[in-house]
């Protein structure tokens, strides 16, 4: 499956954005899908996840409350709406297909290029 990520945007602080990532192919509802996050001189980290069945989500702790993971599998398409951005949000965003549960960056397979989200203050 092929992912292309898009919405990133400056944005100020306590502002929004919603971030989408496309992906090709008729299997996209078979994966699991996650968005991660790299920013400025840190290495990439989890940020969401949502299962197959759209009945499991889970987040790292510094986003709880503020952003949510969604699906829709017949536009397959995984959305990411982001609100409350604070600077320290600041990263480009990744999104992610795997076949198994994980926030660990080994257990995805395919990878979107990536759209860069700045929050100024």
């Known amino acids: 499956v092929q992912l292309q990520a898009s919405g990133g945007g400056l944005v100020q602080a306590g502002g929004s954005l919603r971030l989408s990532c496309a992906a090709s192919g008729r299997t996209f509802s078979r994966y699991n899908m996650a968005w991660f996050r790299e920013g400025p001189g840190k290495e990439r980290e989890f940020v969401a996840y949502i299962n197959r069945y759209s009945a499991y989500k889970y987040y790292v702790d510094s986003v709880k409350g503020r952003f949510t993971i969604s699906r829709d599998d017949a536009k397959n398409t995984v959305y990411l709406q982001m609100n409350s951005l604070n600077p320290e949000d600041t990263a480009v965003y990744y999104c992610?297909?795997?076949?198994?549960?994980?926030?660990?960056?080994?257990?995805?397979?395919?990878w979107g290029q990536g759209t860069l989200v700045t929050v100024s203050s």
């Open positions: 992610a297909a795997s076949e198994v549960f994980g926030v660990d960056v080994e257990k995805y397979t395919y």
